[in-house]
C-alpha cells in the first residue's frame, strides 16, 4: 500500500471561524477585511485546513486567488444591509443571543433547502418521513450519514450549507443505517445510494463500513456512490498509514460483493490536482477498482474560464477520472456573488469542449439541478426569427420527461430554470404530452413524482 511522499503536511489541522487569527498567511489582511471575514463567516459556514493553506492558495494574489475565493468568506456573499446588521452586532460585542437571533433570520432568507429538499425529496416508510434519506429520481436515493455532517474544508458556494450551521431541523441526517436497507426493500426500483453530506470520508473507514457492509446484501441495489471533496481538501485521506489501507479494502470489498463503487469527486479548479499528493490518491482510488467521476459547478471568480475547465479535465483523463458534470451555481447561500449567466456558461462551457478529446467528452454541462430535476443548457438556435435556448431533461422526478427538449426565450442574463420563460408560443415548458409513460409503480412514491408542469409553476 502506498504512502504520501513529497512536502504536503501528515498532519491534520483545521481552521474554524475562531481560529482566524491564528492561520498566519492572514497576518496581512487588513483590520477591516478580518472583520469581514469574521461577519460572513457568522453566517455561513468557514472551514480551512492547512494543505488548502499551506499548498493550494497563492498568497501573492489574495484576495483574487481562486482556492482564497473557494474557501474564505467576502464581504459580497451576503446583501449588503444582511452584513452590515452582522457585523455592527460584532463590532459593539453584542450579546450571543442577539447575534444568533440576526444570524438565523438571515440564514433563513437565503434559500436554505433548495429545489425542494425538505417539501419533496423525504420519502415515507410506515407512513412516516425517514430521516437522512432524500429520493428525488427513480433509481437513486441519497442518504445523510450522522458521522459524516462535516467536510475537510468548507466551500464558500457550497449547495448544502445548511447541513453545517443553523437549527437541527434544517439538516438531513441518520445513523439508522437498518431503516435504510427496509427502504431499499421496499423500493426495489432503487438501483443506486449516494452517500452523501457532509463528505463520508471524514469518517474513521470503520464507521463507514458500519454504513456500506448492510447495503453489500441488498440484491437490488447494483451502485454505491461516495459524494467527497477529500480528494481536493485532503487527499491524505487515501494515502496515508492503516486508515487509508483499510479504506482501499473496503473498496475492494463493496466491488467484490458485486457493487459498481464510484467516487462522485468534487474538483473545482485544476490547482486541487497541481500537487503530488493529489495525483497519488487519485491513481491509488483508480487502483482499488473504483471509479471516479468528477463534477463541480460553474463559480464566478473561480473558474469561469474556459481555459481552467479545459485543464481541469485534461488532468482528470490523464490520471484515470471521468469528466461528468458542470453545474450552474444553485439558488441557495450567496448565488448572487458566484452566479454566472446561462448565456455565458454555454459559451464557456462549449470553448471548453472543443479543446479536449472525446475521453474528456463525457462531461455534461452546463447543468442545472433545480426542483424538477437535472436541466443541461444543450445550446442556442433561432426559429422564425426569435433567439432561444434548448433546454434537455437528463434527470427528472417525473421519468417521463427525460430527455424532453425544451425551448426557453433567449435571455442574457437568466442565471437559473424559474428565470427562463418557454418559447414558441407555449405558456409553461411543460404542456405537451410526455412520448412516453412511465408505468407508476417505478415511480420512487406519490410524494416526489409531480408533473414538472405543477412543480415549476410553484
Not at 158 to 183: M, N, P
Not at 363 to 392: C, D, I, N, W, Y
Amino acid at each position: 500500500m502506498g504512502q504520501v511522499t513529497g512536502n504536503s503536511p501528515s498532519t491534520y489541522r483545521a481552521y474554524l471561524r475562531g481560529a482566524v487569527d491564528r492561520i498566519p498567511q492572514l497576518q496581512g489582511l487588513s483590520d477591516d477585511q478580518r472583520l469581514a471575514l469574521k461577519t460572513v463567516s457568522a453566517v455561513l459556514p468557514f472551514k480551512v485546513n492547512n494543505y488548502v493553506v499551506e499548498e493550494l492558495i497563492n498568497w501573492d494574489d489574495i484576495p483574487n486567488d481562486p482556492i482564497y475565493q473557494l474557501t474564505f468568506p467576502q464581504e459580497g456573499m451576503l446583501a449588503t444591509d444582511d452584513f452590515r446588521r452582522v457585523r455592527d452586532l460584532i463590532h459593539s460585542e453584542a450579546s450571543p443571543g442577539q447575534l444568533a437571533v440576526a444570524v438565523e433570520e438571515i440564514r433563513r432568507g437565503l434559500n436554505p433547502h433548495p429545489g425542494g429538499q425538505l417539501e419533496l425529496n423525504v420519502p415515507r416508510l410506515d407512513g412516516e418521513p425517514v430521516a437522512g434519506l432524500q429520493h428525488k429520481y427513480r433509481e437513486t436515493v441519497l442518504f445523510f450519514p450522522s458521522h459524516g455532517q462535516t467536510c475537510h474544508a468548507y466551500c464558500t458556494y457550497c449547495f448544502r450549507w445548511a447541513q453545517f450551521v443553523g437549527s437541527k431541523e434544517l439538516k438531513f441526517a441518520s445513523s439508522d443505517v437498518t431503516t435504510l436497507v427496509r427502504y431499499l426493500a421496499e423500493h426495489p426500483e432503487v438501483t443506486d445510494v449516494l452517500i452523501t453530506g457532509g463528505d463520508p470520508m471524514t469518517m474513521k473507514t470503520r464507521v463507514l463500513r458500519r454504513y456500506l457492509e448492510p447495503l453489500l446484501e441488498v440484491e437490488t441495489l447494483t451502485s454505491i456512490r461516495l459524494g467527497t471533496k477529500s480528494v481536493a481538501w485532503w487527499p491524505q485521506r487515501f494515502l496515508e498509514g492503516e486508515e487509508a489501507d483499510d479504506l482501499m479494502r473496503l473498496f475492494e470489498q463493496v466491488q467484490a460483493r458485486g457493487k459498481h463503487l464510484a467516487l462522485m469527486a468534487h474538483y473545482s479548479h485544476p490547482r486541487e490536482l497541481s500537487t503530488q499528493v493529489a495525483e497519488q490518491a487519485l491513481r491509488r482510488i483508480s487502483s482499488s477498482g473504483a471509479v471516479v467521476r468528477c463534477q463541480a459547478p460553474l463559480i464566478r471568480g473561480v473558474n469561469d474560464s474556459a481555459e481552467v475547465w479545459a485543464e481541469l479535465w485534461k488532468r482528470q483523463v490523464r490520471l484515470g477520472a471521468v469528466p461528468y458534470y458542470m453545474f450552474v451555481e444553485r439558488d441557495t447561500g450567496p448565488k448572487e456573488y458566484f452566479k454566472v449567466p446561462l448565456a455565458r456558461a454555454l459559451d464557456l462551457f462549449q470553448e471548453a469542449y472543443g479543446t479536449i478529446s472525446g475521453l474528456a467528452r463525457t462531461v455534461r454541462g452546463p447543468t442545472m439541478s433545480a426542483t424538477p430535476g437535472k436541466v443541461q443548457v444543450v445550446g442556442s438556435t433561432e426559429v422564425a426569427g426569435e433567439r432561444l435556448f434548448v433546454l434537455k431533461v437528463l434527470q427528472a422526478r417525473d421519468p417521463r420527461w427525460i430527455n424532453e427538449i425544451l425551448f426557453a426565450r433567449y435571455d442574457a442574463e437568466a442565471a437559473w430554470l424559474t428565470e427562463l420563460r418557454p418559447a414558441l408560443g407555449s405558456d409553461e415548458f411543460f404542456a405537451q404530452t410526455p412520448r412516453q409513460a412511465a408505468p407508476r409503480a417505478s415511480r420512487p412514491s406519490a410524494r416526489v413524482a409531480l408533473p414538472l408542469a405543477e412543480v415549476l409553476g410553484s
